[in-house]
């Protein structure tokens, strides 16, 4: 079967860095999104990894391993306004959005 | 649990006619459900609400004569497109809301239209 995996929860201080990891297992890799999502918002893009490695947008930082079934998205200098949920997503071998479940981030004063 | 599936996966038709995607929330009952636009590298972008028994709300800008979506059951939604024309080739995606406290939303598959 298919999966993602992420932390359902992580809690981190204003001002520090926190890295969320997703793991996945599907059939096939055609790229992999990470969202941040508000409560009672949509979505919102935050990147896009098809290639292994470090992409750095501002604040935000996302990393892809495809052997490794493996990303994290790396938020620095964090604000009170971080606190959403992070949703890792899979685009599979058909072009189907595999999710994950979300990790709820808190961020601490 | 809290799976939510989309039929079809992919659909390709003509321009001109109508197109009908079911979304299902498969262990769980959805009295609210989502749809969502995603264009290409972009954030989604929500169409409607979906609420059971009652009418769609549609954000602003979305046509609610063109994307119909009917509400039937606590397990299904559906969005029509009707008239379909090539501009509306995208990937449609819906989610479902948890009975939670924390009104969590199960994310669909996603359908792929393409209109020719």
């Known amino acids: 079967g298919q999966n993602i995996d992420q932390p359902t929860e992580m809690t981190a201080t204003e001002g520090a860095i926190v890295q969320i990891n997703c793991t996945y297992q599907t059939s096939g890799f055609n790229g992999l999104f990470w969202y941040q999502q508000h409560a009672g918002e949509a979505p919102t893009f935050l990147s896009y990894?098809?290639l292994d490695g470090l992409e750095e947008k501002g604040r935000f930082s996302s990393f892809l391993s495809r052997s490794k079934g493996y990303s994290y998205l790396l938020l620095k200098e964090l604000q009170m306004k971080d606190s959403a949920s992070y949703l890792c997503a899979v685009v599979d071998s058909n072009y189907q959005l595999i999710w994950g479940a979300g990790t709820k981030l808190i961020i601490k004063p | 649990g809290a799976v939510v599936s989309q039929h079809p996966s992919r659909v390709i038709c003509k321009s001109g006619t109508s197109v009908k995607i079911e979304c299902r929330s498969l262990d769980f009952q959805a009295t609210t459900m989502f749809w969502y636009r995603q264009f290409p590298k972009k954030s989604l972008m929500l169409m409607a609400t979906?609420?059971?028994?009652?009418?769609?709300?549609?954000e602003q800008g979305v046509e609610k004569d063109k994307f119909l979506i009917n509400h039937a059951s606590l397990t299904l939604s559906t969005l029509t497109v009707t008239s379909a024309h090539p501009e509306d080739s995208s990937f449609y995606i819906c989610?479902?809301?948890?009975?939670?406290?924390?009104?969590?939303?199960?994310f669909g598959p996603g359908t792929r239209l393409t209109v020719t």
């Open positions: 990894n098809v």
């Open positions: 979906s609420n059971e028994g009652s009418k769609a709300t549609y």
């Open positions: 989610s479902a809301e948890g009975t939670g406290e924390m009104y969590e939303q199960y």
